[in-house]
């Protein structure tokens, strides 16, 4: 009788953790079951996203407002080819009517790869670009962040960019007068200087070309794309070299060099190959059926030789001689290959007044 009831017991607790072995499997295949399927819902749902390019919600912050525009639930939907002006070095510019006031302002959404990923850094940089407000400088309005979507509200400049009104415009257009290209090289170094001066860590824009240079309805200049480079999340020569290789001929020398220190003299380069292009009206690099131009060497030999005001630009009309001379060896003082050797932004401006000046208060500085 005691191994019947030994046998019954041991028969009965096979079965229960056999019972209890079945209930366990079934129990986690259909956990399993669940987690698939929740995987699988949100894998739908990020492949979804990025095919729009765009997530449910984002981030919207306008520096100078309150209220929300319109556009916040789906901004691509104004970002279409029709809106496109331009395009640049970090992004595509649209021209876009923002809010029920109307009012016209650009967009710049951004290209994604290498740019800051987390909102709260992202932030931070923007927020520092914001407030760096000058008359010469395209005004920064706010931001529009997910991770797969960055959006740069700004001001619109109705006049377009210098690199249009210099090369790309037709035939019956006005070519700009001495007067208004003495105003774009005096405002765009005041902007500069700005940067320079009024920020520690000084804001370098490493990409000063007219493509870069605005103009509002009275042809004053706003320099656009400052301080970008900080929303890179490595920047290093490697970024710098491609990013900005198509900047042909604005690049300073010591961008090549792995052994200087990059600072604010690679902008006042560019800024000199700037005022080399105003005043002479041609690209800084021209290739011809058997000769490479060099703009600068060009203009720094012709200067050499007595020569340099065979190279301005016949198409702007008359022009005072003692104010283009001066600015023409500025303009090779900024370009020249030994960074120490080039004047500070603050410097460019003080010149340039003086230039300015009526004759009987002129100093010479050459």
Not at 9 to 25: C, D, H, M, Y
Not at 289 to 318: A, K, T, W, Y
């Amino acid at each position: 009788m005691f191994l019947s009831i030994s046998t019954i017991i041991a028969i009965s607790a096979a079965i229960f953790i056999l019972f209890g072995v079945i209930l366990i499997s079934l129990l986690n295949l259909s956990v399993r079951k669940r987690l698939a399927f929740v995987d699988h819902a949100m894998e739908s749902m990020c492949s979804s996203s990025s095919r729009s390019g765009i997530l449910s919600t984002g981030k919207l912050v306008l520096f100078d407002s309150k209220s929300s525009p319109d556009w916040i639930s789906n901004p691509e939907a104004l970002l279409n080819k029709a809106a496109e002006i331009g395009q640049g070095v970090f992004g595509t510019v649209y021209k876009v009517s923002l809010g029920s006031e109307a009012r016209m302002v650009a967009i710049k959404k951004l290209f994604t790869p290498n740019i800051i990923q987390y909102p709260e850094d992202f932030d931070r940089e923007v927020q520092v670009l914001g407030k760096a407000r000058h008359p010469n400088l395209l005004s920064l309005k706010g931001y529009y962040w997910t991770p797969q979507l960055q959006l740069l509200v700004s001001e619109y400049a109705p006049n377009g960019s210098l690199q249009a009104k210099l090369h790309e415009t037709i035939p019956s257009t006005p070519c700009l007068s001495w007067a208004n290209r003495f105003k774009i090289v005096l405002g765009t170094a005041k902007g500069l200087a700005h940067l320079h001066h009024s920020f520690c860590p000084p804001i370098i824009h490493y990409n000063i070309r007219p493509s870069n240079i605005l103009l509002d309805e009275n042809l004053n200049p706003k320099i656009s794309d400052f301080g970008l480079a900080r929303l890179l999340t490595k920047l290093d020569r490697h970024v710098i070299s491609t990013r900005f290789q198509s900047a042909l001929g604005y690049v300073a020398p010591e961008l090549a060099c792995q052994s200087l220190r990059i600072n604010e003299k690679c902008d006042i380069y560019g800024f000199g190959i700037l005022i080399l292009e105003l005043v002479t009206g041609r690209r800084p690099v021209e290739y011809g059926e058997d000769n490479v131009l060099i703009l600068n060497d060009h203009v720094r030999f012709l200067l050499e030789q007595g020569n340099v005001l065979d190279c301005v630009d016949p198409s702007m009309g008359d022009y005072p001689e003692d104010e283009v001379l001066p600015v023409l060896k500025l303009a090779l003082v900024c370009t020249s290959h030994i960074p120490s050797s080039r004047p500070s932004m603050a410097e460019v401006v003080q010149i340039l007044q003086v230039i300015k000046t009526p004759v009987p208060q002129r100093t010479e500085f050459f």
